[in-house]
Each structure stands twice: as C-alpha cells, then as structure tokens.
C-alpha cells in the first residue's frame, strides 16, 4: 500500500507534473481566448500537432530553438487565421470547421514532415530544451527542484497564465474581448469591431495552441511522429470548461489532470496484474468526474458559437 | 435655438424594398423630436444610419453643423450621438460598470481606470437621477434598471444627442412615465432627444414636437401642442383607425373556473391564491403590473403545469389530465404572452406553424403521415382570412412583423374555435392599426359564445374588451368589477394591491344578484 504514497514522495513525480501540463496550459489558453470572443475553435488538435511539426522542423533544419517555438506560433497563427475567416466574417459552423481543421491541420503536418524526412523510419531527433534551473530558488529543497528546474517554455506558460488574467480582468482590451463574447451586438453598439476582434484572438489563441504543440517536440520529446498530441487538444478544450473560462483555474485544471497522467504512468510499474490501459483511462475519467463538478457552476460567455452578423438578431 | 442634428435627403434601401425615402428632419438643443410610425416605417434603419450601423444610399448627416462620415459608430459616438437601442445592448454576465466602460478607453492601455469609471458614473447617475449599483451583474437587473444603464451608457460616452428606440416597449406604465420624467428633465439640462415610438400617448405626453414617418417617407412634422392623438393616428395609419368597442352578448354557464389557485416557482412569480369565474360569452380581463403572476396563471390555464393547490375547473369539472395536450382537447386556445418564443418557431415555416399542434389530429396527418395539402390549404385560409401580410405558406414565419406573426397566431387559435380562450399580452408591440384588428378577432371570439380570459397590463385594452376585471397582485386576484365601473385611478388601486373599493362595488353586485333571486 505504501508504494502508492512513495511515489507522491519522489521529486519525479512533481517534476514530471509541471513538464506534463505544459502543452495543456498552452492550448488550454489559446481556446479559452477563442471562446472567451465567442468562438469554439476545435481546430486545436490539429494545430497542436501542425506546431509539434513546425517547431521540430525549423530546429531541424538549423535554427535553435526558440526559432523553433517561434516557427509553431506563426503556423498557429496562420490555422487561427483561416479558421477565423470561416467562422467569423463567413459564419459558418465552429463545430465543422472546427474539426476540418484538426483533420487538414493533422495530414499536413505528416505530410510535410515526410517530404522533410522520407526514408528514416526511426525520426530524426533534435536537442531539445534543456531545463534551466532558477537561481537560488532551484535550492530549495523538494519545491526547488520540481517547481524550478523546469525548461524554458513551461516557465513561460505559467508566465502566460499571469499575463492572459491581467488582460482579461485588467486592461480596457479584456473588457472588450469579453463583451465581444458575451454579446457582439453591445460590443459593438460601443464602437468596438467584434469581427476585427474575433479574427485577431482568434489567431492569437491558435498560436498558443501551436506553441503547446511545439512543446512537445522540443521539450517533452525530441523528435516528431504523427499521433504524438494523442487528444492533448481535446482535453484542453475540457479544461477551458472546467476552468469556467478562467486562466487561473485553467492553470488549476491543467495541473490536475497532468497530476492523474503523471500519477498513472507510476502506478503502472507498481501494480502487478492489472492491464496498464486501465491506468491508461484513469487521468480522463477523473477529469471526467471534476468536469462533472466544476461544470455545473460554470458560466458560458453567453455568445459562444453565435455567429455575428450587424443588424441581425 | 441651436440646430444640433440635421438629416438631409436620407434614402435606404435594401434590395428592392425602400426602407427611407427622402428623409430628411432636424434637431434643436433642449428639445424632444418624437419619431412617430408604424413598425416597418423605416424609423429604426433611419436612426441605424446616423448611428453608422447602416450607410445610406443617398442623404447626409449632420451634427452641429459638421458632416458625419457613414457607417461608422465610432464617428457617431466621438460626435456626441447616444444609441439607446429597442434590444438592450448588454452583456447579462458582466457588471454594469463593465458594460459602461467597454471601449471608453484606448484598447491598448496596459491598466484600465476603473476608479475614475466607477466616479463618472456615480456623478452621471447622481446627476440625472438614474440609481445605478456599478457592481451588480446585468442580469440580476429589471427590465427598468437596464434601460436606466443603456441610457448611463450614452451619457458616459459624453452623448449630447440621444436617441432612444422605442424606449418603452419592454417596459410597464410605472417604468415609462419615470423614463418620460427623466427624458424632460435631460432635455431641460440641455441634451437633446429623438425618441421612436408608435405610441400616440407617448408622444403626446413627452414630445415637443413630432415627425410622421409613413412608409419610410417623412409625411408631416407638428409641434406636439397644435396636434392631437386623433390626428397622429391617422396621419401615422393613413386613414382613420378605431378600436373596435364591446357590444353586449348573450353570456352562458360557467366554462372556467379557478379556485384559489396556487402555484409556486413556475413562470416566475409566484400564484399565491386565485379564485375567477368566465361564462361563455364574457371576457375577465386580468390586470396588472408584469411580474405579479399573472404570465404563472396564463401557463396554469394552458396546461403548462398543474396548480400546488386549488381547482382549475373547466365546463364545471376538473380536467383529467393538467398538460398541454389536455388543455387543447378541452377547447382551450391559447394566445401566449411572448409570440417569438412560444408562440412561433422562427425558423419553421407558416403552415408548419399554424398545423403544429394540431398536428396528430386526423384533419393533418393519418397514420404518422403528414397531410401536407390539407395543412397547407389550412394555412392558406387563415392567410387570406386573417389578413396576415407578408406571409407565404413556405416562407419562414421569423419573416413576418410582430402584428402579422400575431395574427396568424390568432387565425391558428381560433379556426380551431375553442370555448375557451386565454390570451395573454395579446396586443403587446404591435401598432395602432394591428391592436385594432387584434380587439376585433377577441371580440368575435366573445361574440361566438367563447369564454375569453385576457390578461394584460394596458389599461386601456382592458376597460375596451372586458365585461369584467380583476387585478392581480402580488400573486393574488382581487375582486371583480364590472367593467363599465372601472376607470383608471381605481384600476391603479387594484393593481397596487388596494381592493377596499373593489371589494365595495363588487359587494354591491353580490347584493343585486341576492336581489334578483
């Protein structure tokens, strides 16, 4: 019984939490910035793992790698950007789209990385991220080194936490992006765009998205294969729910589940006799089971997936 | 006087319909100009194209003498031009304070001031006496409150024009005449106001003077001094409208009956105890303030939900079953109180309305099969007898104007001739001449032998249609008086609560009926 509370113990652990919820805090941001204007974007899977490919590549190819995280963004913002034509000026359905996207998006990224790549069958490896431990802080014994010996782009996501809550809750901007998600019709009624508006969060959102997936290439893992988001986006797009559209809870949710994920993967070598796809399930019928909590109280931005048109109703 | 807004030579169409002809009409400082008409006038679209949510096809705006650059908001905002649009403009889950502030200031700004938000609101509200809590969420606010904060809204944006969309048609008597005190009284610190309307006491008590829009022409301009309802109405219509009056009828047995009826928690406030009686060929008008139970007792009497306690007894006896489905087997037809959600599917079309719940009847449909031809011809008759405009037997019913939807609704209901008939708000938008025909059809419904339970918070429309009132309260229903002894103070009591009086003349009835036996 005990081997269940050893593992809770070990630095690994805790370590391997902050390093898994990484991507989630990267997508789970991006889609919670879409929905916060009023617009599901399921084209995050897709994206994640367009980002994972673009990243790679650009390391790859030669740029270091912040070259690289940059590569994913723009990607992003390119998906982001169709994606917003579709669903905001042309008002097409989010859910379709949505999902075109995530299919487009997951093709190209294989295909392109096998016109990069077409012979090897084991992929080609780059040096990814190496953690950079904080000064001073990185000693502090257990929080040290889970909380701060972490690479580059997790301290920046959790940076981005920070800086997406202040923006939502303290700039005229945020304002403005909320109105625009709970009622397009006001927003602009005070001179506000909401088309304009939509279509730039919405390629902003994909990028994180992107970055998110990029993450994956150069932190996480240090190559590209093609089912490596294996449904990261989806959960994000649970998460956003559970946080009830909040950064900071985002931040709560991502953690928590990445806490089941890291979790599992150790019960895995400590229980015998047990099929490992039942730990396998574990981190998302838990999620499952808080969303079932959290969503209840949550509070929708009331225009979510309502197209806006001017003069209609 | 200052000319502060100008509008000349404004045309607008869309496609091949001409929405404004010619417009063209002014504005002095420190005056109320009425726009008067009927819907579909084109006095929206005219005041959509000096907000820059529509760029005209010819014509020019100015204000104070400068021209305004179309199809943009922004320009209308930073010239001094407030929009107090007829569907609030307000985001329910954030607070009322972020609803002003949202884009007052520039985007880009890392920090937004709320401090000096939350003062220029305060002083605003102190200064014109509109009560605002900065903190509260949009939708904890009555309908009152928001259009108080759309108003705040335009003032914050430092509005010097305010136009306000026909402001009064969500709220109650009470609630308008206090918006029509606050209007004078931002007219007299100089502000100057366009306020549409199709309500001729409106007008009449509000305005300084009035511009009639027909048909998206301008067809006469009068200070509001040298003219009269009578003349409005007519030059608004373009010919003579009456309402229908009453005439007497047979009346018959009892065909509804409540007996303290009490329903809590469905359809908003609560029924805390109503007791009515309607004969065949009578009208009870059921009067009150919205929000005291009375939408409850329509949804009660529709078969919406079954009373807590209490009987709800129709032709004498208490129905089986206390559905939807029970409700239109007994006859009961039901006119209800927001067309738009339960009266009609938007997006279905007119005959698959005006069949839809007589659907499984053998006249529509035969062994789960649909009887198309039978369902369309159905709708074609109520289209041609109902005089419903605009309608097509495909066309989407979302396409028709809130007069016609109503009408189709009213053909639908009473085809079906039912012996009894609820109609809740039946007239509650619509203009002059679509409250006319509105009456007409009540009547005739009386006039067949039909028990008409109207439920309704104008005045007017019930001292007009009904035999007898009750006034609802709080949940209760007062006593009933005949309507030829009712007028509006007394009617004012009853719906404050007050039922001394009533209960007098109501006495005073009792003891004739004694007399007569």
């Known amino acids: 019984m005990s081997a269940f509370f050893d593992i809770l113990l070990t630095i690994g652990m805790w370590e391997a939490v902050l390093r898994i919820a990484t991507p989630l805090i990267f997508g789970t941001l991006g889609v919670l910035l879409c929905e916060r204007v009023g617009v599901l974007n399921l084209g995050i899977e897709g994206i994640m793992s367009f980002g994972a490919m673009a990243g790679w590549l650009a390391v790859y190819s030669g740029g270091d790698l912040w070259a690289g995280m940059l590569a994913a963004a723009l990607a992003g913002l390119m998906f982001g950007l169709l994606h917003a034509l579709m669903t905001v000026p042309l008002g097409l359905s989010q859910h379709v789209t949505g999902l075109g996207i995530t299919l487009f998006a997951s093709s190209l990224s294989y295909y392109i990385f096998r016109l990069a790549v077409p012979t090897s069958s084991s992929p080609p490896t780059v040096e990814p991220f190496r953690p950079l431990p904080v000064p001073w802080l990185s000693d502090i014994p257990y929080l040290g080194p889970t909380l701060f010996n972490q690479t580059a782009p997790t301290y920046l996501a959790l940076v981005l936490v920070g800086m997406l809550a202040w923006l939502l809750y303290r700039t005229p901007l945020g304002l403005a992006l909320r109105m625009t998600g709970e009622n397009p019709h006001a927003a602009d009624a005070q001179g506000i765009d909401p088309v304009r508006l939509r279509i730039g969060t919405i390629m902003v959102g994909s990028a994180l998205m992107a970055m998110g997936g990029a993450f994956l290439t150069l932190a996480a893992f240090n190559s590209f294969f093609p089912t490596m988001v294996q449904g990261r986006g989806w959960i994000c797009v649970a998460l956003v729910v559970f946080a009830s559209w909040r950064p900071g809870r985002a931040l709560l949710g991502a953690l928590l589940f990445a806490f089941f994920d890291a979790y599992q993967l150790r019960l895995q070598t400590v229980v015998d006799g047990v099929p490992y796809q039942l730990f396998l399930m574990l981190p998302y019928l838990l999620s499952i089971l808080a969303l079932i909590v959290m969503a209840r109280r949550a509070r929708v931005p009331h225009a979510l997936m309502q197209p806006y048109r001017r003069g209609e109703r | ?517």
């Open chain 2, 1 to 517: 006087m200052t000319r502060v807004l100008e509008l000349d030579g404004i045309t607008k169409r869309f496609g091949s319909v001409t929405a404004n002809e010619d417009v063209s009409l002014h504005l002095d400082r420190g005056e109320i100009l009425a726009l008067l008409g009927e819907n579909g006038a084109g006095k929206t679209t005219l005041m959509s194209i000096l907000f820059g949510h529509y760029t005209a096809d010819a014509g020019n705006v100015r204000i104070e003498g400068q021209l305004l650059p179309p199809g943009r908001p922004r320009a209308a905002i930073a010239a001094g031009i407030g929009m107090v649009h007829q569907h609030f403009a307000l985001a329910p889950n954030l607070s009322v304070l972020d609803n002003v502030m949202t884009g007052t200031e520039p985007l880009w700004r890392l920090r937004s001031d709320r401090r000096a938000g939350r003062a220029k609101l305060l002083a605003l509200s102190e200064k014109f006496g509109l009560k605002v809590d900065p903190d509260a969420m949009v939708s904890e606010l009555s309908v009152g409150e928001c259009q108080r904060l759309e108003i705040l809204k335009a003032l914050y944006n430092d509005a010097r024009i305010l136009i306000l969309d026909e402001p009064t048609a969500v709220l109650t008597t009470q609630e308008a005449e206090g918006l029509f005190n606050t209007l004078r009284d931002m007219a007299a610190k100089g502000l100057s106001l366009v306020f549409i309307s199709h309500k001729l006491h409106e007008v009449m008590s509000a305005s300084h003077r009035v511009t009639v829009l027909r048909r998206g022409r301008v067809v006469a301009e009068r200070r509001t001094a040298d003219t009269s309802k009578e003349e409005l109405a007519e030059l608004m219509v373009g010919r003579k409208v009456e309402r229908p009056s009453r005439t007497d009828t047979a009346r018959g047995r009892v065909l509804l009956e409540g007996r303290d009826l009490k329903v809590g928690g469905k359809g908003g406030a609560s029924l805390k105890g109503a007791s009515f009686k309607v004969r065949a060929g009578e009208t009870l008008g059921i009067i009150g303030v919205s929000g005291n139970g009375q939408t409850t007792l329509a949804g009660l009497v529709s078969g919406l939900y079954p009373p807590d306690s209490g009987a709800l007894l129709v032709a004498g006896e208490a129905p089986r079953r206390h559905d939807v489905p029970g409700a239109i087997a007994a006859g009961i037809g039901r006119i209800p109180e927001d067309r738009n959600t339960e009266g009609a599917v938007a997006e279905m079309t007119t005959w698959e309305n005006a069949v839809l719940e007589r659907i499984w009847s053998p006249e529509f449909s035969s062994r789960g099969v649909v009887k198309r031809a039978a369902a369309r011809a159905a709708t074609e008759a109520i289209i041609r007898d109902y005089d419903v405009r605009g309608a097509t037997v495909d066309g989407r019913i979302r396409l028709l104007s809130g007069g016609n939807m109503q009408k189709l609704i009213l053909g639908r209901v009473l085809t079906a001739d039912p012996s009894i008939l609820v109609a809740a708000q039946p007239s509650r938008g619509l203009d002059e001449g679509a409250i006319a025909g509105v009456h007409a059809r009540l009547l005739e419904a009386r006039g067949r032998g039909a028990a008409v339970l109207l439920i309704s918070e104008d005045l007017d429309e019930v001292i007009a249609l009904s035999d007898r009132i009750q006034a609802i309260a709080g949940g209760k229903l007062s006593p009933a008086i005949p309507a030829d002894r009712a007028d509006a103070r007394l009617l004012g009591l009853m719906m404050a609560g007050d039922w001394s009086a009533a209960r007098a003349i109501a006495g005073e009835g009792e003891g004739e009926k004694h007399h007569a036996l």
